[in-house]
């Protein structure tokens, strides 16, 4: 449409906006007050998008800070399009708002979240390139371990903050070719001397529940408050993965059982914490492979009882 045509639209929209309570829009609309009023919001945000920033701003603004403390989204309601706008507005909206984006995205990986409306949501290509442009740190705060490297990253420069970027993939199993390469490469770049320092240090950290609260969802049977982060979780991965390459050490092998441990934890409900950042730092054991990182993978073969994860442990044990 004309740029004149689309201003028009946003503005009868936003109008109705404004009177979205009207017994006329409930025939209209057949729907709630509340649902007619997002709708209108996203679909007058989107047309006027790179046009007029201003109008329904503060509407925009007050629905994307609702979103700030959800571990994801479960809105019908295409919020993506809200941040989106103010974007392209100029304005970058709050990044706890950024983390509900990412974990909801993430949502699509991970068990027990794969089937839900949020991972549907997460799987939208509006949300993907939002998230591709929507500037931010590059873990979520909240989480004890995250929030420390965060500040160690920040005052150590580019190269930390490479090295935190370079996550897990979350379809991949163990390290590949190039994904090592890279990593071998940061850890050249921040100084393998300081990575063994540092990383541990946080893993130590990631057996802590949030520091931030979030809020769940009735289809969610775990407390998100005691779950690793699903978006900082494949940092985590990377992390213990990162460690593998560093020459052996006590102390690596002890972060990565703690890792395990802290991971496989049923605090949160019924399953445990994250299987998925337990079998990373058995893959790393299985890669650093001296006599302490074997005596500790038979250990955990005793006492593991999640069944991937478990034969997690047997593959890593026969490679031996």
């Not at 991970?110 to 740190?137: C, D, I, S, V, Y």
């Not at 605090?267 to 445990?272: H, N």
Request: aromatic share 6%; hydrophobic share 45%.
């Amino acid at each position: 449409m004309a740029d004149e045509d689309r201003l028009k639209l946003a503005d009868i929209w936003a109008r109705w906006h404004a009177h979205a309570d009207d017994d006329w829009m409930a025939g209209e609309f057949r729907r709630s007050p509340s649902y007619r009023r997002a709708e209108l919001l996203a679909v007058a945000s989107g047309i006027v998008r790179g046009l007029d920033g201003d109008l329904l701003a503060a509407e925009r603004q007050e629905q994307l800070a609702a979103l700030s403390d959800q571990y994801v989204i479960w809105s019908s309601h295409r919020v993506w399009e809200l941040a989106d706008a103010e974007l392209a507005a100029g304005r970058t909206p709050d990044p706890a708002i950024l983390a509900a984006f990412r974990r909801t995205a993430a949502a699509t990986t991970l068990p027990g979240l794969r089937r839900t409306h949020a991972a549907a949501n997460g799987m939208q290509r509006g949300m993907r390139e939002l998230l591709a442009k929507f500037p931010g740190p590059v873990l979520n705060s909240g989480e004890p371990w995250a929030d420390q490297a965060l500040k160690e990253a920040t005052m150590g420069g580019e190269p930390w903050q490479r090295l935190l970027a370079h996550a897990a993939p979350a379809s991949a199993g163990a390290p590949s070719a190039k994904w090592e390469r890279t990593g071998r490469a940061l850890l050249d770049t921040v100084g393998p001397e300081a990575v063994r320092r540092a990383v541990p240090r946080w893993i130590e950290l990631a057996g802590l529940d949030r520091t931030i609260p979030l809020q769940g969802h009735p289809h969610l049977p775990f407390d998100v408050n005691r779950c690793h982060d699903p978006y900082n979780s494949h940092v985590l991965r990377g992390l213990a993965w990162m460690l593998s390459l560093l020459p052996p050490q006590p102390d690596i092998v002890h972060a990565l059982v703690g890792l395990v441990e802290a991971s496989l934890d049923h605090r949160s409900g019924s399953a445990p914490r994250s299987p998925h950042v337990a079998e990373a730092a058995i893959v790393s054991l299985a890669r650093i492979g001296d006599r302490t990182a074997r005596k500790e993978l038979e250990s955990l073969s005793r006492w593991v009882t999640h069944k991937s994860t478990s034969r997690r442990i047997e593959a890593a044990l026969a490679t031996q």
